[in-house]
């Protein structure tokens, strides 16, 4: 079939000559000027990259069109053609839910990630070291109960062995401790049992003894009082609460007579006591202090056997009698 000179065979009909570049692709062209596929579509060993559409609208020139191991290492992931990029790590959880933990690095091919290293929590449980992000404690770990629980706080806690958290079973209540027989000061202010002087807890009412509550947590002091002057028991500050003392034990230089409780307790009353010589004329013998009394006379004979005769006269400081004038 001939054609006119404006016009072209096609199919065994004369259709309108194409002309490559003129926007729009014709009859007789593969694509038009301007135009690209990705090169995947037309190689597939080399599938990296983009072909353009040649000048004569036959084709799409794939001579710049790569395969993927050139792509690798040059520091772009294309991710048509590659996973990761050489040199590049992510953490295993993303990568692996039962191996959640490490780093995975990208596999020389950049065709995927190597997780050769990727390991399980449990991996990691008595290492010795505590990873915070995949474990609560490290075997062989100790925390105080009061960390863990308001209800039982007293004793320490084990770590668990997947090290998932801490072992409670050895922790105990704060009255659990009450009645013990010890004081667990942090816990207890006594113990059952246990009894403190009034003294030193209510000072204005120091008499007495105050027991350990029920609950351990404090002394029950309703039973102190102050002390009572006069009720023949010395008491808190009380000095004395008694009859009185002889002279003699709290005065060496006036040991003559008794010193009676001063009414508010607060020390003996000493002024009645006096001197060994206070009583000496006084004409009474106080056989404790004096062995006559001045005036008093004696025969002789029953003082000096040898010189029976006379009378012998009371010493000037009534501690014995004068027998100078005693003869035979």
Same mark, same amino acid.
């Given at each position: 079939m001939a &054609?006119? *000179?404006?016009q072209q065979c096609a199919n065994g009909a004369c259709v309108a000559k194409s002309v490559c570049g003129n926007g729009q692709q014709e009859?007789? $062209?593969?694509? $038009? =000027?301007? *135009? %690209?596929? #990705?090169? @995947? $579509?037309?190689?597939?060993?080399?599938p990296v990259g983009t072909a353009h559409c040649q000048l004569d609208c036959k084709g799409y020139d794939a001579s710049q069109c790569q395969n993927a191991a050139a792509l690798c290492g040059n520091g772009v992931v294309d991710a048509n053609v590659e996973k990761c990029e050489q040199g590049t790590t992510t953490a295993c959880q993303k990568l692996l839910p039962d191996k959640p933990v490490g780093? *995975?690095?990208? =596999?020389? /091919?950049? =065709?995927?990630?190597?997780? %050769?290293?990727?390991k399980t929590k449990g991996s990691l449980c008595g290492d010795g070291t505590w990873e915070s992000e995949w474990e609560l404690c490290e075997k062989g770990a100790v925390k105080p109960c009061k960390e863990l629980s308001a209800v039982k706080p007293v004793g320490n806690a084990v770590c668990q062995n997947n090290c998932q958290g801490y072992n409670t079973g050895g922790c105990k209540t704060v009255a659990s401790l009450c009645g013990n027989g010890s004081v667990e000061s942090e816990w207890e202010k006594c113990d059952k049992g246990f009894s403190q002087s009034c003294q030193y807890l209510v000072p204005d009412k120091p008499v007495g003894m105050a027991p350990c509550q029920s609950d351990c947590q404090g002394y029950d002091t309703s039973a102190c009082h102050a002390a009572v002057c006069g009720n023949g028991i010395k008491e808190a500050d009380e000095f004395c609460d008694d009859k009185g003392k002889p002279c003699? !034990?709290? !005065?060496p230089d006036k040991p003559v007579g008794g010193a009676p409780c001063q009414s508010d307790c607060k020390g003996y009353d000493t002024s009645g006591c006096k001197t060994i010589a206070s009583l000496c004329g006084n004409g009474f013998l106080e056989s404790n202090w004096e062995k006559c009394d001045k005036g008093f006379t004696k025969k002789c004979a029953l003082l000096t056997p040898d010189t029976p005769v006379g009378i012998a006269q009371c010493k000037p400081d009534c501690q014995?009698? /004068? %027998? #100078? #004038? &005693? @003869?035979?």
């Open positions: &054609c006119p *000179a404006n009859n007789g $062209e593969t694509c $038009e =000027q301007g *135009a %690209t596929k #990705s090169c @995947k $579509e037309l190689v597939p060993n080399k780093t *995975a690095t990208c =596999q020389p /091919d950049c =065709q995927g990630w190597n997780t %050769t290293f990727c003699n !034990m709290l !005065m014995g009698w /004068d %027998t #100078s #004038s &005693c @003869k035979k």
